[in-house]
């Protein structure tokens, strides 16, 4: 069970009412390779065959909020597998569309799961936000929660309810914070050009299928149908909460630091080749 005894005091209950796989969330792509793993329709696995891959996304966008699933990753040798939980509004806003992700970087037996973090907005790609960390933990063996708080001024990433990064908007970064309504997605592909150690390990499909379990989906706030986006609007005590966040504090900003120091592996932040000058957000990263 998701405890969300976030020090932030979150207002969702400590036993929520996670949302309903078959009511909120309809198919993507690879339906074949998509199944309910329970009679209530409450979880969902994903699967990535030579064949096809998969994925679905909600049937809703949102505006700020909080977004959660408890995912299992496929074991065994997942090189090349990308496993991505997101939020985007690409169909939406084709040429500008937004985005905030965890990507999960398939994994070579013996090494620890990479999971990278990113962001952007207004379709500007060119200019990514990577960071990347070491789990800490075999994310194949049980669930973990993964979650994005996002408001107009704020993203951060938990897991395992465990701050592990946390972005500020600047004025300088003009349209590349996201600001549109999103919805919630999660697709599995096969990534072997750059996933795993930048693509030094390809997929090996003598392993496929690779499935990926997803469950106890939260999102605390009432969505919008793509053709009522401009009256889209979050349940009242989560938009109030989330528009008020501003940033971690305390225990909550010591914990996301302790987890930085021991498992980023990279940050575009301190990544000099690629950026001579630190995009303007970076004075406020620490790790």
Same mark, same amino acid.
């Given at each position: 069970?998701? &405890?969300? @005894?976030? &020090?932030?005091?979150?207002?969702?209950?400590?036993?929520?009412?996670?949302?309903?796989?078959?009511?909120?969330?309809?198919?993507?792509?690879?339906?074949?390779?998509?199944?309910?793993?329970?009679? +209530?329709?409450?979880?969902?696995?994903?699967?990535?065959?030579?064949?096809? &891959?998969?994925?679905?996304?909600?049937?809703?966008? *949102? +505006? %700020? +909020?909080?977004?959660?699933?408890?995912?299992?990753?496929?074991?065994?040798?997942?090189?090349?597998?990308?496993? &991505?939980? *997101?939020?985007? @509004?690409? $169909?939406?806003?084709?040429? @500008?569309?937004?985005?905030? $992700?965890?990507?999960?970087?398939?994994?070579?037996?013996? /090494?620890?799961?990479?999971?990278?973090?990113?962001?952007?907005? @207004?379709?500007? #790609? /060119?200019?990514?936000?990577?960071?990347?960390?070491?789990?800490?933990?075999?994310?194949? /063996? $049980?669930?973990?929660?993964?979650?994005?708080?996002? +408001?107009?001024?704020?993203?951060?990433? *938990? !897991?395992? $309810?465990?701050?592990?990064?946390?972005? /500020?908007?600047?004025?300088?970064?003009?349209?590349?914070?996201? %600001?549109?309504? #999103?919805?919630?997605?999660?697709?599995?592909?096969?990534?072997?050009?750059?996933?795993?150690?930048?693509?030094?390990?390809?997929?090996?499909?003598?392993?496929?299928?690779?499935?990926?379990?997803?469950?106890?989906?939260?999102?605390?706030?009432?969505?919008?149908?793509?053709?009522?986006?401009?009256?889209?609007?979050?349940?009242?005590? !989560?938009?109030?909460? !989330?528009?008020?966040?501003?940033?971690?504090?305390?225990?909550?900003?010591?914990? #996301?630091?302790?987890?930085?120091?021991?498992?980023?592996?990279?940050?575009?932040?301190?990544?000099?080749?690629?950026?001579?000058?630190?995009?303007?957000?970076?004075?406020?990263?620490?790790?």
């Amino acid at each position: 069970m998701l &405890a969300f @005894n976030l &020090a932030i005091s979150l207002p969702i209950p400590e036993k929520p009412t996670f949302l309903s796989f078959k009511e909120s969330f309809s198919t993507l792509f690879g339906d074949q390779n998509l199944r309910p793993l329970d009679a +209530n329709g409450n979880s969902v696995r994903i699967s990535l065959t030579k064949s096809s &891959a998969s994925g679905f996304k909600s049937r809703s966008l *949102y +505006n %700020s +909020n909080f977004f959660s699933a408890s995912i299992k990753l496929p074991p065994n040798n997942t090189a090349g597998v990308v496993v &991505a939980f *997101y939020t985007t @509004n690409a $169909d939406v806003f084709k040429s @500008n569309h937004d985005e905030i $992700d965890f990507e999960f970087l398939g994994n070579v037996p013996g /090494q620890e799961w990479i999971v990278q973090t990113n962001l952007f907005g @207004n379709g500007n #790609m /060119q200019r990514g936000r990577e960071e990347r960390f070491k789990l800490g933990f075999d994310p194949t /063996q $049980d669930f973990h929660s993964y979650s994005i708080l996002w +408001n107009k001024n704020w993203i951060v990433f *938990y !897991v395992d $309810d465990v701050p592990i990064r946390q972005v /500020q908007r600047v004025d300088a970064m003009g349209g590349d914070f996201p %600001s549109k309504p #999103m919805s919630l997605y999660s697709t599995i592909w096969d990534g072997s050009d750059w996933a795993t150690a930048g693509g030094k390990h390809k997929i090996n499909y003598g392993f496929a299928p690779f499935n990926a379990d997803f469950a106890k989906f939260v999102i605390p706030g009432n969505g919008c149908s793509t053709d009522q986006i401009q009256q889209c609007q979050d349940n009242a005590n !989560v938009q109030k909460f !989330v528009a008020d966040f501003n940033g971690l504090k305390g225990d909550e900003l010591s914990k #996301m630091e302790d987890f930085r120091k021991k498992h980023m592996t990279y940050s575009y932040c301190h990544d000099r080749r690629r950026y001579p000058s630190s995009l303007p957000e970076c004075i406020h990263v620490k790790g």
